[in-house]
């Protein structure tokens, strides 16, 4: 049974507050429920009492339905369970990139605003209205979408209105995302003659020859090589955490997939990275003694700890800053990799497979344009290979006139 308490105020001394109580939430919380009820003015407190009595037992047999829900429930309530109950269901880096998403664009803007008031109209409107580039747009959607998704799962509404929602998206420039075979040898020229430290450098590369994920690099431990068989086992990727204790904020979880993979270092200069590898972390080992606290990884920070990708991704700005790799990421190395794989072999399956993707349409949504131009460039190769030279030259030396399209036209 609800609680009931006497507010009066000056205006109406019979005015009533209803606490009802709808069980726990998942981690042993009462989950309690805060109404109003203002009976007539002109009823005494006998009377005006057990009309509040008769809207409690109401309210008790709606929370009952649906314990969570009252009409004016907030988007930022609705947050509150998903992030205490469901999002512990996800993994860490998922959780502290929608928490960000939420705390830093969504709450400023939704977190007031009744969940009935919520429909595909409104949404547009708030995401008009959010900054950022389309992708961090998309990141924010797909947070809200999360969500209100939890929401009718629960009961609390009865569809989500985020899934049918467009916004006015910015004329951005078509970005690069890859370098061409020469770009990729020039950049390895560009790094190994600049300023950048040197285990800077040998991870850049690393990451360049292999394919891997930047984060699934820095997760990388010695005891994962197999010199017998040249090949490194990738099973962890390096996450960002906000809730480790100690203030730490980096520690090892699956791989993206869930999956691990072996990749070849049969290649020497990817021996020769590990090998300068294994003598520079052996020196940082000697220099640090007992505050090394991580000697088991390959690419451990200058303190012996995990090393942060944002110090890695303002050092590479830094060293491509004025330069043709202006725009390089970490990971437009592994889109590098990629596009020097297709352009080589036009083995979209091996390519796939190296990468670690989950299913070749992932790897053909991404490099479909790649695709395209290899298999452009292999008609050509093929062309040139079977036909006589004097054909192409001849087809060159000529130049079709508007007559003889004419009569090509006539003859079709």
């Known amino acids: 049974m609800a609680r009931i308490e006497h507010r009066p105020t000056k205006k109406n001394p019979n005015s009533f507050k209803i606490i009802s109580f709808c069980g726990y939430d998942g981690n042993g919380k009462q ?4 109404d109003k009820f203002v009976a ?6 006998k009377k005006a009492f057990a009309e509040a009595q008769k809207y409690a037992l109401k309210l008790d047999d709606k929370y009952k339905t649906n314990p969570y829900y009252d009409g004016s429930m907030k988007f930022s309530e609705l947050a509150e369970l998903y992030f205490e109950i469901h999002a512990c269901e996800l ?28 429909n595909p109209v409104f949404l547009s409107q708030t995401m008009n209205k959010m900054t950022g580039s389309n992708g961090s747009k998309k990141k924010y959607l797909t947070t809200i979408q999360a969500i209100l998704t939890y929401g009718v799962q629960c009961g609390i509404i009865d569809h989500s209105p985020a899934h049918d929602i467009s ?8 970005k690069k995302r890859y370098m061409t075979p020469d770009q990729a040898q020039r950049f390895i020229e560009h790094i190994r003659n600049s300023k950048m430290d040197d285990d800077e450098k040998r991870y850049f590369e690393f990451l360049l020859l292999t394919g891997l994920r930047p984060s699934e690099a820095l997760a990388l431990k010695w005891s994962d090589i197999n010199y017998d068989n040249a090949t490194i086992l990738v099973e962890h990727t390096l996450i960002y955490d906000s809730s480790l204790p100690n203030g730490q904020r980096l520690t090892l979880g699956t791989t993206k997939t869930g999956e691990s993979k072996l990749i070849s270092i049969k290649n020497e200069t990817i021996l020769r990275i590990l090998r300068d590898q294994q003598l520079h972390v052996k020196s940082l080992r000697q220099k640090l003694g007992t505050q090394f606290k991580h000697p088991e990884m390959i690419f451990p920070s200058g303190m012996g700890n995990y090393r942060d ?3 890695l991704r303002t050092a590479l700005k830094r060293c491509t800053f004025g330069t043709e790799f202006e ?6 190395m592994r889109h590098t990799f990629a596009t020097v794989g297709l ?18 349409s992932t790897t053909l949504g991404f490099y479909a344009e790649v695709l395209l131009e290899s298999k452009e460039s292999l008609i050509n190769s093929v062309a040139d290979r079977i036909c006589p030279k004097s054909d192409n030259t001849d087809m060159k030396k000529e130049s079709p006139t508007e007559n003889s399209a004419d009569d090509s036209k006539d003859s079709l």
Do not use: C
């Open 167 to 174: 916004w006015k998206k910015r004329n951005e420039p078509k």
């Open 31 to 34: 989950i309690k429920k805060y």
């Open 343 to 360: 352009i080589e072999s036009g083995d979209l399956s091996a390519v796939s497979k190296e990468l670690g993707h989950s299913d070749v």
């Open 40 to 45: 007539s003015p002109t009823l005494s407190y």
């Open 91 to 118: 993994k860490p880096q998922t959780i502290t990139t929608y928490k960000s998403s939420y705390e830093n664009h969504i709450k400023p803007l939704l977190g007031n605003t009744q969940l009935n008031r919520l």
């Open 309 to 311: 990708i944002g110090a």
């Open 327 to 332: 725009f390089l990421t970490p990971h437009m």
